[in-house]
């Protein structure tokens, strides 16, 4: 990176205040964040650079006649500048394939983990 300016991904999101030398930040590296924006809370974040983001799906059981609660869980980049820990809320954007199982990159922390509690 030559300099550290911010640019905008094109969503209605609130910057990270730091800066990164990250190519895989959508803010400060090379990486477009295009299709689907979920809302999910952190679950795990002990791997380098990626956090499991998880987020509950209600999903109708025709025999019984009622909802059951599943979830969806996916890895996302955990960038440097915004840096989310686990029981934190965030919003992940779809990016194109980042690794063998990562496709989603953190955009915005929208609760820290004391806040959402």
Do not use: L
């Given at each position: 990176?030559k300099d550290?300016?911010?640019?905008?991904i094109?969503l209605?999101t609130?910057?990270?205040?730091t800066?990164?030398?990250?190519?895989?930040?959508?803010?400060?590296?090379?990486?477009?964040?295009?299709?689907r924006?979920?809302?999910?809370?952190?679950?795990?974040?002990?791997?380098?650079?990626?956090a499991?983001?998880?987020?509950?799906v209600r999903?109708?059981?025709?025999?019984y006649?009622?909802f059951?609660l599943r979830?969806t869980r996916?890895?996302?980049h955990n960038?440097?500048?915004?840096d989310a820990k686990?029981?934190d809320?965030v919003?992940?954007?779809?990016?194109?394939?980042l690794?063998?199982?990562?496709?989603?990159?953190?955009i915005?922390?929208?609760?820290?983990a004391a806040e959402a509690?």
């Open positions: 990176m550290a300016k911010t640019r905008n094109g209605e609130a910057a990270p205040k800066a990164c030398t990250d190519r895989k930040c959508p803010y400060h590296g090379a990486i477009k964040v295009r299709g924006i979920f809302t999910g809370t952190i679950k795990s974040d002990k791997m380098q650079n990626t499991i983001v998880e987020w509950p999903r109708y059981n025709k025999k006649e009622r059951e979830r996916v890895k996302a960038p440097k500048c915004i686990a029981g809320t919003r992940i954007g779809e990016t194109r394939p690794s063998k199982t990562k496709t989603f990159v953190i915005e922390r929208v609760k820290k509690a």
